[in-house]
């Protein structure tokens, strides 16, 4: 059997569209897992 060689680590990312409850929500879930997070908002603040 041939040695397993790593796998290299992706650098993941997700674009959240809403910045209201749902959308934080999913963010704040998305980056407790490591994943960058943009989050995209009609409004000019959140």
Do not use: E, F, K, Q
Request: proline fraction near 9%.
């Amino acid at each position: 059997m041939t040695p397993m060689t790593p796998i290299t680590p992706m650098t993941l990312s997700a674009a959240i569209i809403g910045g209201g409850a749902a959308g934080l929500m999913a963010a704040d879930m998305l980056l407790d897992r490591g994943i960058a997070v943009d989050i995209y908002d009609a409004m000019p603040s959140l």
